[in-house]
């Protein structure tokens, strides 16, 4: 389960409207990328669906029930950030332990998903370090294997990558788009990269100062954008 509905949602920030009346539906399973400028809302929006940020009007529904009304933890959804947000005085076993143990699962079962993540995220060797003795793209293992453990019905990525160089970028993005193959659980990736978008996207959300200019299949987006922006921030020769 994770599909995941927006219903003329909105955000003001004081008084400053910076999502408009916006409507999207997210299918379970599916890649969706929202992709657009620096500024133009996608964080807000993807902070809304976790349950960190209020909505100011309109609904969001998880699998049909109202999320609204769901406080963040409840709403079986993992946030993967940029920043890795890891404890530093943590081992990695620890890190990815974490959200277990305060959701009270059993050792032996943490044990387990622990050694599961770490082997479909080539972690294994590196339980025993902490995240200052990891490579960048090690960390952001990390990050994705404590929302691994939580078997989220959606993961909710917010520019995982754009902190790591251009190459480990290219395998981190494989990676992903080899795990959702693998897990087959709705992902909402968040990125200003174009490239990123088209490669790894099932739907590109467009978005432009707080609205969603088009929403559709990579292909169908290059072969018909609705006007320039879209145009433009795809690459397509139109
Ligand atoms: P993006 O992720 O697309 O770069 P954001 O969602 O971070 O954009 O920001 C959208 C707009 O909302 C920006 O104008 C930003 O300055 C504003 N904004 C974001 N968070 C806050 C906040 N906590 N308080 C006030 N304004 C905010
Ligand atoms: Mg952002």
Redo the contacts with the bound molecule.
């Keep these: 389960m994770g599909s995941i509905t927006l219903k003329q949602v909105t955000k003001n ?2 008084e ?1 409207n ?1 999502i408009k009346p916006l409507d999207l539906e997210i299918k379970d399973g599916e890649f969706i990328v929202f992709v ?1 400028p ?8 993807l902070r809304m669906i976790a349950g960190l940020e209020n909505t100011t009007s309109g609904n969001i529904e998880i699998d049909g029930i109202d999320a609204t009304k769901t406080p963040p933890a409840k709403r079986g959804l993992a946030m993967v950030f940029q920043s890795y947000a890891l404890y530093p005085h943590m081992t990695v076993r620890n890190n990815i332990a974490f959200p277990l143990k305060r959701a009270k699962v059993s050792p032996a079962e943490i044990e387990s998903k622990i050694a599961n993540a770490a082997k479909i995220l080539n972690l294994t060797d590196y339980l025993d370090r902490k995240p200052g003795q990891l490579s960048g793209g090690q960390r952001q293992r990390v990050a994705i294997g404590r929302a691994i453990v939580r078997q989220p019905s959606a993961f909710l990525f917010d520019e995982p990558l754009s902190n790591l160089d251009a190459s480990l970028r290219v395998n981190m993005r494989l990676e992903i788009s080899e795990l959702h193959k693998s897990l087959a659980t709705t992902m909402i990736y ?1 990125t200003h990269d174009q490239v990123e978008a088209m490669t790894m996207a099932d739907r590109i959300a467009v ?1 432009n100062a707080g609205i969603i200019e088009q929403v559709g299949t990579p292909l169908e987006l290059y072969k018909n954008p609705v006007n320039k922006f879209v145009a433009g921030f795809i690459g397509s020769p139109k």
């Design positions: 920030f004081d400053v910076v657009g620096s500024g133009c809302g996608k964080s807000t929006l968040v978005f």
